[in-house]
């Protein structure tokens, strides 16, 4: 399962990449704020195409952090600047965009897919973690809901 979360993180991610730097020279004409359009589209295309070789390369809990960071906030970002207006915001341009067409869709479908992969690897990867506490207390080391002290008897039971 792992390697599949994998590639669909790092897929979702070269599509969002790969639609942002293509459209990045049309984003030029984006007025408002301090970073063109242009700038920004590219940023996000190499932002997401990094996190992608991050999963491919290693499947931790903080690098699928990341790509959910990237991907989700790009998903974020689609939908809501198609919904509302809510025009330049500090350095960042008036996206304000209420279109859709199919380099939208591809944007947004691989960013969505590389948000929830990223989010289910990052919560197997938290739970595998060596020094994770264990999801019930059926997963104690010795089957049983309690675990044993060292000489083979429960251990205390904490308070508080």
Known sequence: MGILLRVLVAAGLAADAY?????APDMAYVEGGGIGGDALFRAQAVVAALAGLLILAWA?????????????????????????DVGALGPLPDMYEPVWYGEKTVSAVGE??????ALAGLMIARRSRPGAAPADAGDRPNGEGRAEGPAGGPLPERRG
Do not use: E, K, P
């Open 19 to 23: 639609v942002h730097w293509v459209f």
């Open 60 to 84: 931790r809990w903080w690098t699928y952090a990341v790509a959910f960071l990237v991907a989700a906030s790009a998903f974020g970002a689609v939908v809501l600047y198609y919904f509302v």
């Open 112 to 117: 969505g897919v590389a948000a929830l992969a």
